[in-house]
């Protein structure tokens, strides 16, 4: 293999038996053919399903480095869910990716009751994203003057952070002194694309201009504040994606033909769970956004770090005065896109234009779906735990292949 090259080892240090680079790009499948044999030899496996792929190798430029095939995963599909936000309106059949049996199914109960008590009610209330750069002072003084007359320049601190992207708009900036140190949130509005590369390179040129007309004696791009992949309180307030919010008005006749419980008992699991949240010290309340959220990234080609920060919210169970059920989830910090990422990539794409989401224009819509999604899925299992058949539906459909029996002996 002379066409392929190592990383040079830092002077001084033993040589590493790294991934071969190969020269040139090494995204022609020829390339990834030849590489991945590599491995092959280095590990002693085979890799036969990996190299079993439909996306055209050199597509994968720009989305994975070293690149030696594909990963696979079971792909079902969950239907009817009836939506009726102001972007998704009708009935939609959603491609879920999972190894975790029982979470279909899951996701389909609660997408009929949605659907026989007449849809799920969306909304998208704000759009946008964010980055956090730090600025440092020599004093608390200088961070004090900096913060409170930041946004008098605002007007040239936008045009500098825009020349770089055609798509961002910056919406405003938030000044957030400690101590000596001031962190600024850098706020825009992404339109269809997930957009994190896009804002940061916009912020940090905006960021060197600040630098060149203020007093700041250095600053970081990132400060940890964006809650970026990662979980936070903050996010319960937004601005790190859409917030969405679904409901729906489920009678209690629907609660008890497919949901095999009662609006009472809903709301009884939900106070008591929500005990239990607080004990946890959990952040916002919810039963498993993350499942729903996870299996919709993987099958659509989202950012699947992102189910982290996506997952923090607030599910809701109230009894109406006439007994009814009403469910609504609120999503803060939803981060979903139709452009860029792997969003345009084989099976991602095509999941995508099974819900009429693929391509531009259609992120609200996607979120929409999104929502109505973990809805229906925090109705069955709410049902699962109020009903008690949680155990047994996870047998059925989950550990077990279904129609077999477990034998615990």
Not at 383 to 400: D, K, L, P, Q
Request: glycine letters at 12%.
């Amino acid at each position: 293999m002379s066409d392929l090259t190592l990383a040079e080892p830092q002077t001084g240090a033993e040589p590493l038996e790294l991934v071969p680079r190969l020269k040139g790009q090494g995204y022609a499948r020829e390339h990834v053919e030849r590489r991945r044999e590599w491995v092959e030899e280095k590990t002693g496996s085979r890799l036969s399903h990996v190299g079993a792929y439909s996306i055209p190798s050199e597509e994968m430029r720009g989305n994975v480095e070293n690149p030696i095939g594909t990963a696979q995963m079971p792909l079902g599909v969950a239907g009817p869910l009836a939506v009726k936000g102001t972007h998704a309106q009708g009935t939609f059949y959603v491609p879920l990716a999972t190894t975790e049996g029982a979470l279909v199914r899951s996701y389909e109960r609660g997408m009929v009751t949605l659907t026989r008590a007449g849809g799920a009610d969306v909304r998208v209330h704000a759009d946008e994203n964010r980055v956090a750069p730090v600025f440092f002072f020599d004093d608390v003084a200088g961070a004090h003057d900096f913060a409170r007359s930041l946004n008098e320049s605002f007007d040239e601190i936008r045009a500098e952070a825009e020349s770089t992207t055609r798509h961002g708009r910056l919406l405003r900036l938030e000044c957030h002194p400690i101590g000596r140190e001031v962190i600024v949130g850098f706020c825009y509005h992404t339109a269809d694309a997930q957009g994190m590369n896009m804002i940061v390179k916009a912020t940090e040129h905006a960021c060197r201009w600040i630098m060149r007309h203020t007093h700041a004696r250095r600053f970081q791009v990132f400060s940890g504040f964006s809650s970026e992949k990662r979980a936070a309180g903050s996010l319960l307030l937004g601005g790190k994606g859409k917030r969405v919010t679904a409901g729906a008005h489920i009678p209690a006749g629907v609660v008890r033909a497919y949901l095999h419980t009662t609006p009472e008992l809903l709301l009884d699991m939900w106070q008591h769970t929500m005990i239990g949240h607080v004990q946890a010290n959990a952040i916002g309340y919810n039963g498993h956004y993350a499942n729903g959220l996870a299996a919709l990234f993987i099958a659509c080609g989202q950012d699947v770090a992102n189910v982290v920060n996506s997952s923090v919210g607030i599910t809701n169970f109230e009894v109406t005065t006439g007994g009814d059920l009403y469910a609504s989830v609120t999503l803060p910090s939803l981060t979903v896109a139709t452009v860029g990422g792997g969003t345009g990539l084989g099976t991602s794409r095509e999941c995508l234009e099974m819900l009429g989401c693929a391509g531009a224009g259609y992120a609200a819509k996607f979120a929409e779906i999104v929502a109505a999604t973990l809805l229906a899925g925090e109705l069955s299992m709410g049902a699962a735990i109020a009903s008690g058949e949680f155990v047994e539906a996870h047998e059925t459909y989950g550990r077990n292949r279904p129609g077999e029996t477990r034998n615990d002996e």
